[in-house]
C-alpha cells in the first residue's frame, strides 16, 4: 500500500516515514502543498496523511482541490493541538480521520489500518480469502492455517492484492503500490515477486487474468 506523507516539518516527516516504512508501506513525502497537490492528482495513493500548515499551498486547500477533480483516496489531516476549527473544516473539505498533534504513532498506525480497511469496505484488521490470512497488526501470513515466511515485498503484494478482492491489477499497477520510488523497477519484477509467493502458497490464491493482470478471489467467490 502506497501512503503520501505531506509534511513541512523535517523531523515529524522523517519520524513518520520511518514508522510507516517499518510498517512495510511504501512512502512518498512531499513538503509543500503545491507538490502534494500536484502527487496527489497525477500518482495513484491508497492513503494521504496530510499536515494543514504548509508552505506554498495550505492542507484545506489541496483537499479541496483532490475532492473536486474526484480524487477519493482516504486522507487523515494532522492538525494542531486543540484546534477544534481545524477539525471541522478539515472533515468539511473531505478529510476521513483526523488525528492532533502530538500524537503516537502506534495511534497513527492503528488509524492509518482502518483507513485502509474502510477504503475497501473491510472491517477487521484480518484480511483473508478463506484460504489465505494476513494479520495486519502484526504483519503475518498464513496459508490453511500454517504459517508463511515472507518477504517485505511479497508482504505487500499479498496485502494490496488481498484489500482489493476479486479486483484485476496490471504489473504496472501493482508495482506503483509496492515498489518504492528509487527503486529501478524491472518490468519483470512484479512477476517474479508472484512467481515467489505462488510457490510459498500452498493453495493457489493468486490467479491471473490473461493480458489484464492479477488478482485474489474474494472469500466463497466461485
Ligand atoms: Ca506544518
Known amino acids: 500500500m502506497r501512503v503520501l506523507i505531506v509534511e513541512d516539518e523535517m523531523r515529524l516527516a522523517e519520524d513518520l516515514r520511518r ?3 517499518a510498517q512495510n508501506y511504501v512512502v512518498t513525502h ?10 496527489g492528482d497525477t500518482e495513484d495513493f491508497d ?23 474526484g480524487r477519493g483516496m482516504p486522507v487523515l ?24 498533534k502530538p500524537f503516537r504513532m502506534e495511534e497513527l498506525n492503528a488509524r492509518v489500518r482502518a483507513l485502509l480497511r474502510r477504503a475497501v469496505g473491510q472491517s477487521s484488521p484480518i484480511l483473508s480469502n478463506g484460504a489465505v490470512e494476513i494479520d495486519t497488526r502484526l ?11 515472507v518477504t517485505p515485498l511479497e508482504y505487500r503484494l499479498l496485502t494490496f492484492l488481498l ?11 501493482i508495482s506503483a503500490h509496492i515498489y ?8 519483470n519484477a512484479v512477476e517474479v515477486v508472484i512467481a515467489r509467493l505462488r ?8 490467479e491471473n487474468r490473461r493480458g489484464q493482470g492479477y488478482f485474489i478471489r474474494a472469500r466463497g467467490e466461485a
Open 19 to 21: 514508522t510507516l516504512t
Open 30 to 39: 512531499a513538503k509543500d502543498g503545491e507538490d502534494a497537490w500536484f502527487r
Open 47 to 69: 492513503l494521504v496523511i496530510l499536515d494543514l500548515g504548509l508552505p506554498r499551498m495550505d492542507g484545506f486547500s489541496v483537499l479541496k482541490r483532490w475532492r473536486e477533480a
Open 77 to 100: 489531516i494532522l492538525t494542531a493541538r486543540d484546534s477544534w476549527r481545524d477539525k471541522v473544516d478539515g472533515i468539511d473539505s473531505g478529510a476521513d480521520d483526523y488525528l492532533t
Open 139 to 149: 504483519r503475518t501470513v498464513t496459508c490453511e492455517g500454517v504459517p508463511v515466511q
Open 163 to 173: 484489500h482489493h478482492p476479486g479486483r484485476v491489477f496490471s504489473p504496472a499497477e
Open 180 to 187: 518504492e520510488e528509487d527503486i529501478d523497477r524491472d518490468s
Open 199 to 206: 510457490r510459498k502458497l500452498s493453495v493457489p490464491v493468486i
